[in-house]
T-cell receptor
Framework: LAKTTQPISMDSYEGQEVNITCSHNNIATNDYITWYQQFPSQGPRFIIQGYKTKVTNEVASLFIPADRKSSTLSLPRVSLSDTAVYYCLVGVGGSQGNLIFGKGTKLSVKP | DSGVTQTPKHLITATGQRVTLRCSPRSGDLSVYWYQQSLDQGLQFLIQYYNGEERAKGNILERFSAQQFPDLHSELNLSSLELGDSALYFC??????????????FGQGTRLTVV
């Protein structure tokens, strides 16, 4: 599985746009990039998945450059309720099919 | 609601005992994953099943075992419990192993307390 690197923590204020970047230099050709959100004592929740360029849904956008060695999760106009840990995963569909979570990025949104 | 059901929600048991955690995946999902999350720790991957067969193993202790039944529900068995086994245990399911539809949906977890 491709290893991912993301910031340990980020701070933001309500109403701001937050961009969390994940590096995955060894991403394989058939790997998808998936982001999850986790609140304390809850299971992770799927946010968005993409393969290349840009993907947008009702909660976030995912930007993937042409070389796919990194990706950026963009959360528009965050609120206090977006305070959570965000995980970037690649290779979830790899040969072993298992999901390995790193330490994630702890986002703190302040009023 | 993710569609993944875990029972029980809470479990308190004594050291040395054996417990079984149950997971019902989303309808149609063939892959089931089990994770352990201790207080303020990351998600530790334990084991994965796909359509009844073990697919991948992570940091699962020999005292732990799991299986996926023909109806696709899964059970995680924890035996000879120790205080350090106290944690949240999550189950997740996904439709596919590769490509699209690999996003996983997590249950609400079982909080195990060993006293």
């Amino acid at each position: 599985l491709a290893k991912t690197t993301q910031p340990i923590s980020m701070d933001s204020y309500e109403g701001q746009e937050v961009n969390i970047t994940c590096s995955h230099n060894n991403i394989a050709t058939n790997d998808y990039i998936t982001w999850y959100q986790q609140f304390p004592s809850q299971g992770p929740r799927f946010i968005i998945q993409g393969y290349k360029t840009k993907v947008t849904n009702e909660v976030a956008s995912l930007f993937i450059p042409a070389d796919r060695k990194s990706s950026t999760l963009s959360l528009p106009r965050v609120s206090l309720s977006d305070t959570a840990v965000y995980y970037c995963l690649v290779g979830v569909g790899g040969s072993q099919g298992n999901l390995i979570f790193g330490k994630g990025t702890k986002l703190s949104v302040k009023p | 609601d993710s569609g993944v059901t875990q029972t029980p929600k809470h479990l308190i048991t004594a050291t040395g005992q054996r417990v079984t955690l149950r997971c019902s995946p989303r309808s149609g999902d063939l892959s089931v994953y089990w994770y352990q999350q201790s207080l303020d720790q990351g998600l530790q991957f334990l084991i994965q099943y796909y359509n009844g067969e073990e697919r991948a193993k992570g940091n699962i202790l020999e005292r732990f075992s799991a299986q996926q039944f023909p109806d696709l529900h899964s059970e995680l068995n924890l035996s000879s419990l120790e205080l350090g086994d106290s944690a949240l245990y999550f189950c997740a399911s996904s439709a596919s192993l590769q490509g699209k539809d690999t996003e996983a949906f997590f249950g609400q977890g079982t909080r195990l307390t060993v006293v």
